[in-house]
Nanobody
Framework: QVQLVESGGGLVQAGGSLRLSCAAS????????MAWFRQAPGKEREFVAA????????NFADSVKGRFTISRDNAKNTVYVQMNSLKPEDTAVYYC??????????????????WGQGTQVTVSS
């Protein structure tokens, strides 16, 4: 399994932007589909975005479509999520996740094999 470390979280005003990074180690990064999930206080963990091993296919939650983009740099073993037009409801701990790429991207957390420790994103109104 790969080990994942997120960074880039912080406090931002509504309408602002943040870019989260997730660095992978200990495995073959380019064999893994990567995803971001988030969990707000008192709520279940929810899917945000996913990207295929090649980076050519991506999937987004309806709540972030048009505002977030996901990308990866296989040479750097890193996946990113660029978050624009942030809203207070985007406030959550954001988690990076990885799974061996077996085909269609999945939005189910239980399908991902490796997880980072999370990074806090707080959007003030």
């Amino acid at each position: 399994q790969v080990q994942l470390v997120e960074s880039g979280g912080g406090l931002v005003q509504a309408g602002g932007s943040l870019r989260l990074s997730c660095a992978a180690s200990g495995g073959t990064f380019e064999n893994h589909a990567m995803a971001w999930f988030r969990q707000a206080p008192g709520k279940e963990r929810e899917f945000v975005a996913a990207v295929s091993r090649s980076g050519r296919t991506a999937n987004f939650a309806d709540s972030v479509k048009g505002r977030f983009t996901i990308s990866r740099d296989n040479a750097k073993n890193t996946v990113y999520v660029q978050m624009n037009s942030l809203k207070p409801e985007d406030t959550a701990v954001y988690y990076c996740a990885a799974r061996i790429d077996r085909g269609p991207l999945t939005t189910r957390a239980s399908n991902y094999e490796s997880w980072g420790q999370g990074t806090q994103v707080t959007v003030s109104s």
